[in-house]
């Protein structure tokens, strides 16, 4: 969620997607997420959505965590 939150700064701020990923790169390296998702979600954020959580999802919850499932999707 920290990526995300990254990404609605640098929207609010009037970056483009192209500056915000760049700048993803240049602070995340091979973590950051890929250049479609923060093109993603400028367009969530144009579209008027505010919130950065993921929509709630139906299914049984995760029951354990590790390093291999911890992240939540690709577009952190």
């Known amino acids: 969620m920290e990526r995300r939150v990254n990404i609605k700064f ?7 997607a192209t500056e915000t990923h760049e700048m993803l790169v240049k602070v995340y390296g091979v973590d950051a997420v890929n250049k479609k998702c923060v093109f993603e979600w400028f367009k969530l954020f144009r579209d008027g959505k505010e ?3 993921d929509e709630p999802r139906s299914g049984r919850p995760p029951t354990s965590t590790t390093p291999d499932n911890s992240v939540t999707d690709a577009c952190g």
């Open 10 to 16: 640098c929207f609010k701020l009037g970056r483009t």
């Open 51 to 53: 919130d950065v959580k």
